[in-house]
C-alpha cells in the first residue's frame, strides 16, 4: 500500500533507514550518515550473517550510500569490513596515500597530526625466531659461496642466493621486538655487499675476468650479465645500500641501472626507473609522473605496490610530505599483509623499499616524525646525514 494512503510519512517507515541516511549525506551531516550506514550495516548482517549466500555477501544499498558518499565528499566509511570492499566503494582506486605526488591536495587531519608529535603505525605481532639449523645452513651457503676450488672462478649465482639468504634472515629476525641486533645488521651489510658485487661483475666487459670484495674478502668471478643483473635484484640491492649506507654498494648500481642487461616488462619497471633517475639525478621529476601513472594504471592486482609517492617527496624535496607519505606506505604494507596468510610471510615484518627511502631521508638530514616497529629506531639513529 502507497505511504500516503497509511498516513505514515515515508521516512518515519521502519524500511526507510536508506533514505534517513541518503538525507543526512545531502545534508553533510556526516554523523548522521556514519550512524545511519551502520544501522544499515547491522540490520544486513543480523538478517544474513548466519544463511550467507551470494546474492546476499554485498548489500548493494550501502555500498551504493557509501561510495555516493567517498566519491562526491570524500568521505571515507567509518565502518570498515567485508561488507564495503575498498575497490568498489573508491571506484577501484588504490588505497592511497594521504598526500599525493605534486600539488594534489594533502588532508588536514594528517597534517595536524605530524605538527602534533610524531605518527605513531603500529605493527601486528610477528615474532619469529631462526631455527639454529637455518642459520648454520645459511653459514654455510655463505662460506660455499666465497671458497674457490682449486683456485677456479666462483659461479656468479651464488651472489644471488647469498643476497636472497641474507635478505631473509633480516626479515625474520626485524620481528624481534627488541630492535636490530648485530647479527641482524651483519646480514644487512653482506645482503649489500653481495647485491653490488653481482652489478659490478655485470659492469665488466663480458669474456673477461672480474676481481670483487665482498665482506673484506676478495673474490673472482667470471664476467657476465646473466638474470641475477635483472631488475629485481637490481631493486633489492639499491634497497640494502641505502638501509646500510654503504655508498661503494650503492655506486655499481647507478652506473648500471634496472634494465643493464635486460627490458623490465614488471609493473615495477616505471618504479624502478624512477629510482635510478632519482640516484642519478637524471630528470626524476618527469620519471616519477611516468611511475605514478604506472601505479594509477595498475589499479588493486593482489601485490604489494612500491612506495612511489614516497619517492616523488624525496624528489620534491618536501620533508613534511614524505613523513606523511612514509605513514601511508606502512599503512599500505600493513593492510597488504593482514590478508589470509600473508601475515606468515616473512616480508609482513618489514618493508625493504620503504625502510630504505626513510634511511635515505634521514641522511639527507631530513626528520623521521614517523614512529613503528617496521622502522628498527637503531637503523634510523645509524643513518647519520652526510
Not at 258 to 281: I, N, Q, V
Not at 310 to 328: H, P, R, Y
Request: charged content about 25%; overall charge negative; aromatic content about 6%.
Amino acid at each position: 500500500m502507497p505511504a500516503g494512503e497509511t498516513g505514515e510519512p515515508l521516512l518515519d517507515r521502519p524500511e526507510s533507514a536508506a533514505l534517513r541516511t541518503l538525507r543526512a549525506l545531502a545534508a553533510g551531516d556526516r554523523e548522521a550518515f556514519d550512524a545511519g550506514l551502520a544501522g544499515l550495516l547491522a540490520e544486513h548482517a543480523a538478517r544474513h550473517g548466519r544463511t550467507a549466500s551470494p546474492k546476499t555477501l554485498l548489500p548493494l544499498v550501502p555500498v551504493a550510500l557509501a561510495a555516493l558518499a567517498y566519491r562526491t565528499l570524500g568521505w571515507a566509511p567509518a565502518v570498515r569490513g567485508g561488507y564495503l570492499p575498498h575497490a568498489l566503494i573508491t571506484g577501484f582506486e588504490t588505497r592511497g596515500p594521504r598526500v599525493a605526488a605534486f600539488g594534489r591536495d594533502r588532508r588536514p587531519d594528517a597534517v595536524a597530526a605530524l605538527a602534533a608529535g610524531p605518527l605513531v603505525v603500529e605493527r601486528p605481532g610477528c615474532e619469529r625466531t631462526v631455527h639454529p639449523q637455518t642459520e648454520a645452513l645459511y653459514e654455510k651457503g655463505v662460506e660455499e659461496a666465497f671458497t674457490a676450488i682449486d683456485g677456479e672462478l666462483l659461479p656468479v649465482w651464488r651472489l644471488d642466493s647469498v643476497m636472497g639468504d641474507q635478505e631473509r634472515l633480516f626479515k625474520w629476525r626485524a620481528g624481534d621486538p627488541g630492535g636490530p641486533t648485530d647479527a641482524q645488521l651483519a646480514a644487512l651489510r653482506l645482503a649489500a655487499g653481495a647485491g653490488a658485487a653481482l652489478f659490478r661483475v655485470a659492469l665488466a666487459e663480458p669474456g673477461t675476468e672480474v676481481e670483487v670484495t665482498v665482506d673484506g674478502r676478495t673474490l673472482r668471478y667470471p664476467a657476465e650479465r646473466g638474470e641475477e643483473a635483472g631488475a629485481h635484484n637490481w631493486q633489492r640491492a639499491v634497497a640494502f645500500a641505502l638501509i646500510t649506507g654503504a655508498r661503494e654498494d650503492l655506486a655499481p648500481l647507478v652506473l648500471t641501472g634496472p634494465a643493464f642487461t635486460r627490458p623490465d616488462g614488471s609493473a615495477f619497471s616505471a618504479y624502478r626507473e624512477a629510482l635510478h633517475a632519482y640516484l642519478t639525478g637524471t630528470d626524476p621529476e618527469k620519471a616519477v609522473r611516468r611511475a605514478l601513472q604506472q601505479d594509477e594504471r595498475a589499479g588493486d592486482r593482489g601485490f604489494a605496490t612500491p612506495p612511489t609517492v614516497l619517492l616523488s617527496q624525496l624528489v620534491e624535496g618536501d620533508e613534511e610530505s614524505f613523513n606523511l607519505a612514509l605513514a601511508d606506505a606502512l599503512e599500505a604494507h600493513r593492510a597488504h599483509y593482514a590478508v589470509a596468510d600473508r601475515a606468515d610471510d616473512p616480508d609482513a615484518s618489514i618493508n625493504l623499499d620503504v625502510l630504505a627511502l626513510a634511511c635515505h631521508a634521514r641522511r639527507r638530514g631530513w626528520a623521521i616524525r614517523v614512529e613503528s616497529r617496521y622502522l628498527p629506531p637503531g637503523l634510523l639513529l645509524s643513518a647519520q646525514p652526510f
